[in-house]
């Protein structure tokens, strides 16, 4: 168990939907970060909040955003749901946004919200 | 374009034997490498790393090689074990852009009794 919690486990939703996944850190982490695992790929990294502010983007499309609130738990908001947009969502959190030593950069990962569009 | 490359989509080893799973990347920019394990129906598990002023790094039956002018890194597993069976993640960081992670496609290694 890594501390990193995230709901629901499971997400069955139409196209053109919206839906919203939470996460919350281990005790202590102030950074979140959320990730897409769509089938056949790897992870690809999707936004990064560190105590409440966006730190870092990647590939993350418009309809999609997230916000970290003050208890520092996340949650990534889905809109106009496409096909396409079934994947497995992990979101992980570390103690920092970054640094040089090891246990700053480990991110936790959660089990992850696995969201099928119908 | 993918930066970072786990070339073998599976491996199929005997218990007790060692296992060796590659990596590739292409950005100069990324600092530090991770290794990560994942069970089916769990998130990826965090298993050794190393930073780009290194060239190895060992944890028990873990030891994690870098080579920095071929970019390529791998992780050693001696002796592996069945519980080892799972998809192996290679991750990197670029210096200088947070600590957001790049992986790779993952690795299903496979260790037969």
Redesign the interface.
């Known amino acids: 168990d890594?501390g990193?919690t995230q709901t629901p486990k499971h997400l069955i939703t139409a196209t053109g939907q919206r839906v919203t996944l939470r996460c919350s850190p281990r005790s202590g982490d102030l950074?979140v970060?959320w990730?897409q695992q769509s089938l056949?790929?790897?992870?690809?990294?999707l936004i990064?909040y560190?105590n409440g502010e966006e730190?870092?983007k990647?590939n993350i499309l418009e309809r999609f955003s997230a916000q970290q609130f003050p208890d520092l738990h996340s949650e990534l908001n889905l809109s106009s749901l496409e096909l396409g947009d079934s994947a497995l969502y992990?979101c992980?959190s570390?103690l920092?946004?970054?640094?040089?030593k090891?246990s700053?950069?480990?991110?936790?990962?959660?089990?992850?919200t696995r969201l099928t569009v119908l | 374009d993918q930066q970072v490359k786990q070339n073998s989509p599976s491996l199929s080893v005997q218990e007790g034997r060692i296992s060796i799973l590659n990596c590739d990347y292409t950005n100069s920019m990324f600092d530090y490498f991770l290794w990560y394990k994942k069970y089916p129906a769990e998130g990826p598990t965090f298993l050794i790393s190393i930073s780009s002023i290194k060239d190895k790094n060992e944890d028990g039956r873990f030891t994690v090689f870098l080579n920095k002018s071929a970019k390529h890194l791998s992780l050693h597993i001696v002796p592996s074990q069945p519980g080892d069976s799972a998809v192996y993640f290679c991750a990197a960081r670029r210096n200088n852009a947070g600590n957001m992670l790049t992986f790779g496609g993952g690795t299903r290694l496979m260790v037969k009794p």
Do not use: C, H, I, K
Not at chain 1, 96 to 100: H, L
């Open positions: 890594s990193v950074s970060y990730y056949d790929q790897g992870l690809q990294f990064q560190y730190r870092a990647g992990f992980a570390s920092s946004g970054t640094s040089p090891r700053y950069n480990e991110q936790f990962f959660g089990p992850g």
